[in-house]
């Protein structure tokens, strides 16, 4: 492989020579570059398209809810192991490969759902319906363009920097394949989690059985607005547990300097909106997060933004480079590669963005215009060279797409507000399109790592991503109308916080409201942070989740620190228990995550059908507060519990 300008249309002995070089520097794939066995084949496209689905509305609901997804590539290798176990028993079965294209297919639901839920969910902040076709076409089109510039991407991050970013969710996929025979005990885990969820929530939310969220706000001494508390649902605690402690620990921090520290300050010297100045002091302070401190969060992912660009100029310049020795590149170059270094052909990433970026123009549900067509293409391309690059050492579900999108809004909006644009929805579809983008970027480099490990044929996975991606976009419009119909974007269930922000910052830049300078204090703060060598990003996302979300991720987070500690303590001198444990993990919070998502699937259609109550629970207990509480308290404890016997039931076993 050659990735500076002297590859020309014949492709010397020399640039095959150190391609192939490349390859054997690497790690040995699990099937070998000069084997073929069964890959992208009906069966797996199927399969595939069917998680897709699930798991793009488990994602959408998980995200607005908590501000954040994780990604689906684990949790559908282990389904996918399940279900063909179960066809292998019929005769049918599978190759690791088609495992690979169905897990592939999978995660590009749950890539796009985070890009549509952290923008184009923000029009109903704006009092605008979903637009069930609008948001295909953007979905869509962002989509493809978070494929087609991943490509010339591809052999510079997975292949040359394959030491250096080891892409920790494409690496544990890969493994969770090559365990193949784990199958049907991950599956075992992934219902335990499941079951215990989905329980859990309907308890808490069918049948109002006790109460999941505790918050308190006090004064102390002559400061008031102190606030805490966490709605301590599976599907957070999950995501802590995921993202592990110390991202948790950031995020948990960011939301201890907002409602520990900013708000007191503000309520304290009086700045509390009119409508919340004779509420109750957490109401108080609610407003004042919503009024000011989520432009904080603002100003803090602009600069985490930027200075992620700015860190990633040599890994663009170079993706650059081996884009531009492609397209002099002839076809028949490309194809005398070995199977596993064929990628689709980059005149086609060139072809399919320039289409792209007319059709950003020229659909009727699209027409952000000539600058913003150029502005979402520009950006977007800016994006996911960070995003891929970012996701290689954080994972995908730490992926700060919300920053990368408000950026792109701050850009847009000022860009467009001088041509005379003042209708924010135009910003936020232009937005829209880069957050989609990057998130897909982030997800297909983790695909393409797993491919890389298993020796997978990247052409055949682009291709998968591009049908997955087709099929989320035709499912994401109706799911969102379907959660915002059964609980309102914005309420309490689902805040979707990036959302209300985005849709936030869009109309203040156009209006002149903006909070400039909450804006500027964030920015100043992310700056301290990167002088003092601390992440911005998941301190931001602290800042402008409520508290009640950022604590029971923390919860999650301190757990696994504690069941790690635990492995370690009872003695793990190879490190395997510590690996068990961690793979058992991740299925269970998987399966948590699914469950209360499904659940909330459930709730939400027995309002639409109108059965049971038409507020709260549809079938509450009637139980009053105290013991709603108390209860509440026992089923944490039990949830835990259930989760950490699960977790530890197989680390000290052969197998996990």
Same mark, same amino acid.
């Given at each position: 492989?050659?990735?500076?300008?002297?590859?020309?249309?014949?492709?010397?002995?020399?640039?095959?020579?150190?391609?192939?070089?490349?390859?054997?520097?690497?790690?040995?794939?699990?099937?070998?570059?000069?084997?073929?066995?069964?890959?992208?084949?009906?069966?797996?496209?199927?399969?595939?398209?069917?998680?897709?689905?699930?798991?793009?509305?488990?994602?959408?609901?998980?995200? &607005?809810?908590?501000? &954040?997804?994780? @990604?689906?590539?684990?949790?559908?290798?282990?389904?996918?192991?399940?279900?063909?176990?179960?066809?292998?028993?019929?005769?049918?079965?599978?190759? $690791?490969?088609?495992?690979? $294209?169905?897990?592939? &297919?999978? @995660?590009?639901?749950?890539?796009?759902?985070?890009?549509?839920?952290?923008?184009?969910?923000?029009?109903?902040?704006?009092?605008?319906?979903?637009?069930?076709?609008?948001?295909?076409?953007?979905?869509?089109?962002?989509?493809?363009?978070?494929?087609?510039? &991943?490509?010339?991407?591809?052999?510079?991050?997975?292949?040359?920097?394959?030491?250096? *970013?080891?892409?920790?969710?494409?690496?544990?996929?890969?493994?969770?394949?090559?365990?193949?025979?784990?199958?049907?005990?991950?599956?075992? *885990?992934?219902?335990?989690g499941f079951l215990a969820s989905f329980v859990y929530m309907w308890l808490a939310s069918g049948m109002a059985a006790f109460r999941t969220t505790l918050q308190t706000a006090f004064s102390a001494g002559q400061t008031r607005g102190f606030a805490i508390g966490g709605d301590f649902t599976p599907a957070l605690i999950g995501v802590g547990y995921i993202i592990g402690p110390k991202i948790a620990g950031y995020v948990f921090g960011g939301g201890l300097i907002a409602w520990m520290m900013l708000i007191p300050l503000l309520i304290t010297g009086g700045f509390v909106p009119e409508s919340a100045a004779d509420a109750t002091l957490m109401a108080q302070a609610n407003a004042v997060w919503d009024e000011y401190i989520r432009y904080v969060g603002?100003?803090?992912?602009?600069?985490?933004?930027?200075? #992620?660009?700015?860190?990633?100029?040599?890994?663009?310049?170079?993706? *650059?480079?081996?884009? $531009?020795?492609?397209?002099?590149?002839?076809? #028949?170059? =490309?194809?005398?590669?070995?199977?596993?270094?064929?990628?689709?052909?980059?005149?086609?990433?060139?072809?399919?963005?320039?289409?792209? #970026?007319?059709?950003?123009?020229?659909?009727?549900?699209? !027409?952000?215009?000539?600058?913003?067509?150029?502005? #979402?293409?520009?950006?977007?391309?800016?994006?996911?060279?960070?995003?891929?690059?970012?996701?290689?050492?954080?994972?995908?579900? =730490?992926?700060?797409? =919300?920053?990368?999108?408000?950026?792109?809004?701050?850009?847009?909006?000022?860009?467009?507000?001088?041509?005379?644009?003042?209708?924010?929805?135009?910003?936020?579809?232009?937005?829209?399109?880069?957050?989609?983008?990057?998130?897909?970027?982030?997800?297909?480099?983790?695909?393409?790592?797993?491919?890389?490990?298993?020796?997978?044929?990247?052409?055949?996975? !682009?291709?998968? /991503?591009?049908?997955? $991606?087709?099929?989320?976009?035709?499912?994401?419009?109706?799911?969102?109308?379907?959660?915002? /119909?059964?609980?309102?974007i914005g309420s309490e269930t689902i805040p979707a916080p990036q959302a209300g922000m985005m849709a936030l910052i869009s109309e203040g830049v156009l209006t002149g409201t903006a909070q400039w300078g909450m804006i500027l204090i964030g920015a100043v703060f992310a700056i301290v942070l990167i002088l003092m060598s601390v992440p911005v990003l998941p301190f931001a996302v602290g800042i402008y989740l409520p508290i009640t979300l950022a604590t029971p991720i923390f919860l999650g987070g301190l757990l696994r620190a504690g069941i790690d500690k635990y492995v370690a303590w009872n003695g793990d001198p190879d490190g395997s228990a510590a690996e068990r444990t961690t793979y058992r993990g991740r299925i269970i919070a998987a399966g948590l995550i699914t469950g209360e998502a499904i659940m909330g699937i459930v709730i939400g259609a027995l309002y639409i059908l109108e059965i049971g109550a038409a507020t709260g629970a549809p079938f509450a207990l009637g139980f009053g507060a105290e013991t709603q509480t108390i209860l509440g308290v026992v089923a944490l404890v039990a949830l835990l519990g259930i989760f950490t016997r699960g977790v530890l039931g197989g680390s000290r076993t052969a197998d996990a």
């Open positions: 492989m050659s990735h500076g300008p002297s590859q020309d249309a014949t492709m010397s002995n020399d640039s095959r020579t150190a391609s192939e070089q490349t390859e054997r520097e690497g790690p040995s794939p699990t099937v070998p570059a000069g084997k073929s066995i069964a890959e992208l084949t009906i069966k797996a496209v199927l399969i595939g398209l069917a998680l897709n689905v699930v798991l793009l509305t488990a994602n959408m609901y998980l995200g &607005m809810r908590s501000g &954040m997804t994780i @990604s689906a590539s684990i949790p559908a290798a282990v389904i996918s192991m399940g279900v063909f176990y179960a066809l292998r028993n019929a005769g049918i079965g599978g190759t $690791i490969l088609e495992n690979n $294209i169905v897990q592939t &297919m999978t @995660s590009a639901g749950e890539a796009l759902a985070a890009g549509v839920i952290f923008t184009i969910a923000g029009v109903t902040f704006l009092d605008q319906p979903i637009d069930i076709a609008g948001t295909a076409s953007v979905a869509v089109l962002g989509g493809l363009l978070g494929v087609l510039f &991943m490509i010339p991407m591809r052999r510079y991050l997975i292949v040359e920097k394959h030491e250096e *970013l080891p892409y920790p969710e494409g690496t544990a996929c890969a493994d969770v394949l090559e365990a193949g025979s784990q199958g049907k005990d991950g599956v075992k *885990l992934i219902s335990l603002a100003g803090a992912m602009i600069v985490g933004g930027f200075y #992620a660009i700015l860190s990633m100029s040599g890994t663009i310049r170079d993706a *650059l480079g081996t884009a $531009i020795a492609d397209v002099r590149g002839s076809t #028949a170059a =490309s194809e005398q590669r070995r199977r596993t270094q064929r990628d689709l052909p980059m005149k086609l990433v060139v072809v399919g963005a320039a289409v792209i #970026a007319l059709a950003l123009v020229a659909v009727p549900q699209v !027409q952000v215009g000539l600058l913003g067509g150029a502005i #979402a293409v520009v950006a977007a391309f800016l994006f996911v060279a960070v995003s891929a690059y970012l996701v290689g050492v954080v994972g995908s579900s =730490s992926n700060p797409v =919300s920053g990368m999108a408000v950026a792109t809004i701050l850009i847009a909006a000022l860009a467009l507000k001088s041509t005379g644009v003042t209708d924010p929805v135009v910003v936020l579809v232009t937005a829209s399109v880069v957050a989609i983008a990057a998130a897909v970027a982030g997800d297909t480099s983790q695909d393409l790592k797993t491919g890389y490990l298993l020796g997978a044929t990247p052409r055949k996975q !682009q291709i998968a /991503q591009i049908i997955g $991606i087709g099929i989320s976009a035709l499912f994401a419009g109706w799911v969102l109308s379907f959660f915002h /119909q059964a609980y309102g």
